[in-house]
């Protein structure tokens, strides 16, 4: 089995593929700069007993982050709990994606994974929309390059600092409100949350499509599924991080 593992900024998302490359239900961890080696392997053990599924189960690991300071403790967790040296996306591991923007080492992991899961389901040229910590929006062209993006905030960052300015918002939590029109605080922070990130990505895709030309948008992330509703012929993948990692690794598995 196959365990794939994307350290964002906020969680780590944490995802196994069986013998018959299906993913089972992906778990979350809060991403904590401090956290041990044994810390991180004891929650890994918990969950995956969850899953059915064992330590020796775990033929293969490979990793994703956009967070330096985690990767070493990750690196050892699974040498002293699998037995397996983990694959990390970086410069030299195979995608199938060109990078064609200034400085490619500056481009995080996330969003090569991105793109390599949806050129590879749904093709290209497209635009990977990732909703996280911030707000990415990923070109890939017609020739399968990654020729640059978009960074916006993301709702929870956005917010942050109006929710934890004001006692009474500090109980608002991202939900579709009945109306656009809010009738109280929270359903107006709300409706400020969803309908105005839609508006705002929606804008941002409309911009794309005027100068690059129409395409294939997919959209994943943690609060994808509030706002893909609003949005134009968008493709909803909540997945599509795991497909990505997975794909990489068969790639860097192969012999060719």
């Known amino acids: 089995m196959l365990i794939c593992v994307d350290v964002g900024n906020s969680?780590?998302?944490?995802g196994v593929f069986n013998d018959q490359n299906q993913l089972l239900p992906p778990f979350r961890l809060e991403t904590k700069v401090l956290r041990t080696e044994d810390e991180y392997g004891i929650r890994f053990l918990e969950n995956l007993q969850f899953l059915n599924v064992k330590a020796s189960d775990i033929t293969g690991a490979i990793i994703a982050s956009v967070v330096p300071?985690?990767?070493?403790?990750?690196?050892?967790?699974?040498l002293k709990?699998?037995?397996i040296k983990p694959l990390f996306i970086a410069p030299g591991v195979k995608s199938g994606i060109k990078i064609t923007i200034d400085n490619p080492k500056q481009l995080g992991a996330d969003l090569l994974v991105g793109a390599?899961?949806?050129?590879?389901?749904y093709g290209y040229p497209c635009l990977v929309v990732d909703m996280g910590t911030a707000i990415t929006l990923m070109v890939v062209n017609e020739r399968k390059e990654?020729?640059?993006?978009?960074?916006?905030?993301?709702?929870?960052?956005?917010?942050?600092?109006l929710i934890r300015s004001t006692s009474l918002l500090e109980s608002t939590k991202i939900g579709v409100p009945s109306h656009v029109i809010g009738k109280d605080t929270v359903s107006s922070i709300q409706s400020g949350m969803i309908f105005g990130t839609a508006g705002a990505i929606q804008g941002m895709i409309d911009k794309v499509f005027e100068e690059q030309g129409k395409m294939k948008v997919v959209i994943t992330g943690g609060t994808a599924s509030y706002i893909y509703p609003y949005l134009k012929?968008?493709?909803?993948?909540?997945?599509?991080?795991?497909d990505g990692l997975r794909i990489v690794y068969e790639k860097n598995r192969s012999k060719d």
């Open 11 to 14: 969680n780590i998302v944490v």
């Open 116 to 121: 390599v899961g949806a050129t590879s389901k």
């Open 233 to 242: 012929n968008v493709i909803y993948d909540e997945h599509l991080l795991m």
């Open 69 to 78: 300071t985690v990767d070493a403790n990750l690196e050892k967790t699974f």
């Open 81 to 83: 709990y699998f037995q």
């Open 146 to 161: 990654i020729i640059g993006g978009i960074i916006y905030p993301g709702i929870y960052t956005a917010y942050n600092g």
